[in-house]
Structures are given as structure tokens and as C-alpha cells.
């Protein structure tokens, strides 16, 4: 096991809690600070630059969506597999979900410890960290067809890409804009875990069948 301290980047929007996360870290003895962000827009250069083990991501980086983080996490993930990324965040479970498809490792709520805290950056690195709940609610996921995590108006959308419509031919078919399909798309991408059209082309006819 290596004596070398585990290298964090935090990236959370809030100076205070960042300052927060810091001191706590270090402290242990056996966690570096390597760098922080408060937005998306800037991270992804920063942690590509610092190169860290772990990043610390909060899912609410504006106060209106988590899509930031999501699309700033799928970035991370893609420019450096290496790098292990805890969410750390007060969205909620049914918000980390996603966060998990897209590729991150592990999630802890905000109201955890100091402790729990450090806990959790030196354990991601060997494998996934999550609340016992949320691991089982993954585990029923996982048993589950892929229909039962979509809404139905979702399975309605994945009905017609199964059956060839391209978006502007689901849009005319439901009666919606396109752009309420695009958003359809994207929330059946984040509930499956499929990025490319053709994955889902995939997923969409294993459901139909």
C-alpha cells in the first residue's frame, strides 16, 4: 500500500463548504487537497491539469439542475478513467442515481461526518461507497426489466425508437415538440445508462420484445 497521501479535488459551488471539505481532509494525514472548482464550466480543465485520485462532486452546481455535474461527470470519466469521482451532495438519492450511470463511483449525503467523510475518498479508491440504501434500491434496479425504470410516458417514447421512428417522427407521433423528446431521450439515457443512440436503439427493442 502506498504512503503517498490520496489527491482530492473538490468541486462543489459553495467557498464555505469547499474550505470545509479541505480542512477535514487534511487533517487525516493521508488526504492532499490537489485542487477545487465552484462551477462546471471550469473544472473539467483543472482536474484535468491536477490529475487527481479522487473528485468530490456536488450534483447542485446551479440552482436550478443537476445536468452540469452529470455532463461535467461523463467528462471526467472519459478524459480520465484512472481518476475515481465521489458525488458528495444534498440532492438526494433519487438524484444520485444518475450520477451512478453516468459513471461515478460512489455517493455519500452532505450530512455525513468528517470522519464518514474521509472514510469514504480513502475507501473509493478500491471500490464503489454507498449508503446501504441506495445499494439495495441498485440491486432491485438491477432485477428489474428495463421498462419498470421508465415512466410511461418514457416507455412510450422508447416504443416508437424501437420501431425505427427517428425524433422528429416520435414527436409528430406523440403530438409533443421536439425538444420535449430530446428531454425524454436524455432522461431515458440517464435511467438506463446508455450514451449512444444505438445502445439505446438496443435497449429499446429488448423492451419492446
Do not use: C
Not at 464550466?41 to 482536474?47: D, F, G, P, T
Not at 434500491?137 to 421512428?165: K, M, N
Amino acid at each position: 500500500m502506498s504512503s503517498e497521501p490520496v489527491r482530492v479535488f473538490v468541486v462543489d459551488d459553495h467557498p464555505v463548504v469547499r474550505d470545509g471539505m479541505r480542512a477535514d481532509l487534511e487533517r487525516s494525514g493521508r488526504i492532499s487537497v490537489a485542487g477545487e472548482a465552484g462551477d462546471a464550466e471550469s473544472a473539467l480543465a483543472r482536474v484535468a491539469e491536477a490529475r487527481p485520485d479522487v473528485v468530490l462532486l456536488d450534483l447542485r452546481l446551479t440552482a436550478r439542475s443537476n445536468r452540469p455535474a452529470l455532463d461535467l461527470l461523463r467528462r471526467i470519466v472519459a478524459l480520465l478513467p484512472e481518476t475515481r469521482v465521489l458525488v458528495v451532495s444534498q440532492a438526494g438519492e433519487n438524484e444520485a442515481l444518475p450520477a451512478l450511470r453516468a459513471g461515478a463511483h460512489g455517493y455519500l449525503p452532505k450530512s455525513a461526518t468528517a470522519a464518514e467523510l474521509v472514510d469514504a475518498v480513502l475507501a473509493v479508491r478500491e471500490g464503489p461507497v454507498l449508503p446501504a440504501s441506495l445499494a439495495a434500491r441498485i440491486f432491485a434496479e438491477f432485477q428489474s426489466a428495463p421498462g419498470d425504470r421508465l415512466t410511461p410516458r418514457q416507455q412510450e417514447v422508447l416504443g416508437w425508437l424501437a420501431r425505427g421512428y427517428d425524433n422528429r417522427d416520435i414527436a409528430d407521433a406523440m403530438g409533443i415538440s421536439i425538444r420535449t423528446v430530446n428531454r425524454h431521450l436524455e432522461d431515458i439515457r440517464d435511467r438506463l445508462g446508455h450514451r449512444r443512440r444505438s445502445d439505446l436503439m438496443r435497449a429499446a427493442r429488448d423492451y419492446e420484445d
